[in-house]
Structure formats: structure tokens, C-alpha cells
């Protein structure tokens, strides 16, 4: 018996996917093994000089050091606006159509105690990055599953959402180029949304976090690129992963005013905003980034995804070859499941691959690796892999 017993919210929610992870790690560890880790999206380079030098600035200067405003400083947003604009062709209004996130993770938990009441469905893809769920639980809401499989290209089928639950629905979750899928989404499933989503009261959320992280010269869209969209939704956006920023937490929902100010009033009860100094920094990093630097930062995880996928395909494993991401969706060998799979990659390899079902239930049957770890690093954890499964 323990005096504090949790809320029923709280004991809904499963351990955290990477707190397992590290759990394991630490245990071979202890034993000597020099684990190298796959497991974490989370870029290894660091984050620009440029950017640091203006956060430097910033915090040097006492107006920086009261309260921020909880919304984001109006030049924070106006630089995410004129971001969208070049980017995507997007327009937004500052002042109504953007809130600064602390990291765009705290943007799901904001949509859903806004907007969803007890009981109430949101639609989740499964597997998914798994925040869109816990989220939905520390509201009291319902998660319906909506499973993305391979013969559909990893995109939903909203057509077979039973009509009763769509009517209870209050969020639809959508998170394209994906993790941890890697797949990405064109114009006419967006347009599809759109057309599903306008007969319902339904929000749609676009977190797209990985929208600069492409291949090939591929482009991924923005959501909000499609007619009808800010209607019907928003997006998430980050300065996490384009700018290799993770650590300094700072992103971005923008789109349909009603919904960005119902999540500002959250926002606001909940915490103060982000440090000026990290919004000075953010717009530097969004206003003042060449293109070459994220095309150069694209070619090194584009030669770590092609040595991947060369040695796992090599080795008899299928591997997707991503267009955008910086990860790779694999099937597991067959015999194996996913969390078996994983544990094997770590006793004969001392490499830490993440389960696909650590991503919901339809992430069985495959495993998710990050190409964020140096080359050196990346290229012995292969010759490992190819080593243990050769024998
Ligand atoms: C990395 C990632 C984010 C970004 O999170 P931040 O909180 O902005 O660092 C959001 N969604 C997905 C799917 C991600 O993989």
C-alpha cells in the first residue's frame, strides 16, 4: 500500500518508451559493454555558432531576464510567420495564428486539456510518436486507434473510422514526414482530411517536426500548404531537429485562431513562456539559416541512411529507405518480435534499436533505428550488426 496512490490518469499511462531503454542500457553498461545507442532521435551535431552567439547576446541583456510574455514575443512570431511564408507559402498572423511552444511536445497535451472533455475520442495513428496518446489520457480522453500499415503507405483510412466514434472525436492526429514510420503524406490524402474533417467538429493536428529533414531533394509540406486547412487545424513545428536544438526547447503551433488561443489560455495557467533569450536565438536560427546548411546537414544523415540501408539489406533485413526523417522503419527477421528482436541487437551486438511496438501495437514486426550518432559510431554499430546476424 502506498500512502500517495496516483490518479487514474496517471496509472493509465505506461512507462515512458525510452525510460525502458536506458534502463537496459544501463544494466549492459555495468557489465563493460560499450553500447552504442540507436535507440534516441536526437541530433548529435551541435547547434550553430551563429545561434549560441545571439542566444549569448540575449541573455546578457537585463530586459531578457523578467517573464517572457506566455505567448512568445511578437518578433518570435513574426519570424515563424515570415518562416512560413518563404518555406511553405504559408500566411499566418503573428498575433492570432502563432504561440510559441516550449518544444513543440507540450503543444499535444495544451490541444487536448483545451479541447477534449472526459470520454471524449481523439483519433491516434498507431504505431506514433507516443505524446498524441498520453496526452489524450491526462485529459480523460479515449484514444481510438487509427493503424498505419504498409500497404497503405503508413497513412490512415479515415473511411474506416466507425461513424460513432468520429462523432465523439475531438482531435485528429496526423504527423507526416512520420515517426517512426518515415513515411510522408502528399496533397490529396491532405485534401482527403480536409474533406473528412469538414462535415465534423474534429481538429485536426499536424506535427511536423521533421519538415526540413529530406532526402533526395525532396520537400516535405506543411499542412497547412492545402486549401481549407487553417479551418480545420493546426501545426506543430520545431526548431528542435532542423537547427539541432533539442535541448533548448523551443517550437511552435500556428494556424486556426480559435484553437491557437484556446491552447495560449492553457499555456498561460500552466507555465510562464520561453525565455526571451532562447526566442532571440530561435529567430536568428529561422531568419538567418542559409539553405546550404540544412542541405549540408541533410547529405550527412542521407550517407548514414544509405550505409544503413546497404548494411541491413546486405544482411537479409528489409529496410525502408526514407525520403525525410532522420530515422529507419525496418521489418524484423522473421521468428522474432520486435522487443525480442531489440533485446538480441543488444546481447550479441551492444546495439540499442528501438521495438516497434514500443509505438503502439501496430508497430510489431518492426524496429526503429536513428541515424543520429556520429559516422564512426554508426559505422561500427553496422559492422556489429552484420557481424551477429552473419553467424
Ligand atoms: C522530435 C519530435 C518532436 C519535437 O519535439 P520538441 O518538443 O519540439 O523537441 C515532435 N514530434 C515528433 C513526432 C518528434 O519526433
Same mark, same amino acid.
Given at each position: 500500500?502506498?500512502k ?29 559493454v ?6 534516441i ?117 479515415l ?36 474533406? /473528412? ?77 520561453? /525565455? ?6 530561435a ?36 529496410a ?18 520486435s ?51 552473419k553467424?
Amino acid at each position: 500500500m502506498t500512502k500517495h496512490t496516483r490518479s487514474g490518469r496517471l496509472q493509465q499511462i505506461p512507462p515512458y518508451l525510452f525510460a525502458e531503454i536506458s534502463k537496459k542500457i544501463e544494466h549492459a553498461r555495468k557489465k563493460g559493454v560499450d553500447v552504442i545507442s540507436l535507440g534516441i532521435g536526437d541530433p548529435d551535431m551541435p547547434t550553430p555558432k551563429y545561434i549560441i552567439a545571439e542566444l549569448e547576446r540575449a541573455a546578457n541583456d537585463p530586459k531578457n531576464h523578467q517573464y517572457p510574455d506566455y505567448e512568445g514575443m511578437l518578433s518570435f512570431r513574426e519570424a515563424v510567420a515570415a518562416w512560413y511564408k518563404k518555406r511553405h507559402n504559408v500566411a499566418l498572423d503573428p498575433v492570432s495564428e502563432v504561440l510559441a511552444l516550449i518544444g513543440s511536445k507540450e503543444g499535444s497535451l495544451h490541444l487536448s486539456l483545451a479541447f477534449v472533455n472526459p470520454g471524449d475520442y481523439t483519433l491516434v495513428p498507431n504505431p506514433c510518436y507516443t505524446p498524441y496518446r498520453t496526452s489524450t489520457v491526462l485529459a480523460n480522453g479515449q484514444v481510438y486507434d487509427l493503424p498505419l500499415l504498409e500497404a497503405n503507405s503508413f497513412l490512415p483510412q479515415l473511411d474506416k473510422i466507425p461513424k460513432d466514434v468520429v462523432k465523439k472525436a475531438k482531435i485528429l492526429y496526423l504527423s507526416y514526414p512520420n515517426n517512426p514510420t518515415t513515411a510522408v503524406a502528399e496533397k490529396d490524402f491532405y485534401k482527403e482530411v480536409i474533406d /473528412f474533417t469538414k462535415d465534423h467538429t474534429l481538429i485536426v493536428c499536424s506535427d511536423n517536426p521533421y519538415s526540413e529533414i529530406a532526402f533526395d531533394g525532396y520537400r516535405p509540406l506543411s499542412f497547412l500548404e492545402v486549401p481549407g486547412a487553417k479551418d480545420v487545424g493546426v501545426e506543430f513545428n520545431s526548431l528542435s531537429k532542423p537547427y539541432n536544438m533539442t535541448g533548448w526547447r523551443i517550437g511552435m503551433a500556428v494556424g486556426n485562431p480559435e484553437i491557437i488561443s484556446a491552447m495560449a489560455t492553457v499555456k498561460n495557467n500552466v507555465d510562464s513562456g520561453v /525565455f526571451n533569450a532562447v526566442q532571440y536565438a530561435a529567430i536568428t536560427a529561422l531568419l538567418k539559416t542559409p539553405d546550404s546548411r540544412i542541405d549540408q546537414l541533410n547529405s550527412v544523415y542521407q550517407k548514414r541512411r544509405d550505409l544503413v540501408y546497404d548494411t541491413l539489406t546486405g544482411v537479409g533485413i528489409r529496410a525502408i529507405r526514407p525520403k525525410a526523417t532522420f530515422y529507419m522503419w525496418c521489418k524484423v527477421p522473421n521468428g522474432h518480435t520486435s522487443a525480442g528482436f531489440a533485446t538480441l541487437m543488444l546481447d550479441k551486438a551492444g546495439v540499442v534499436v528501438t521495438p516497434g511496438a514500443a509505438y503502439g501495437s501496430y508497430g510489431e514486426g518492426y524496429f526503429r533505428i536513428s541515424l543520429t550518432v556520429p559516422d564512426s559510431r554508426l559505422a561500427e554499430a553496422m559492422d556489429r550488426i552484420k557481424k551477429a546476424l552473419k553467424k
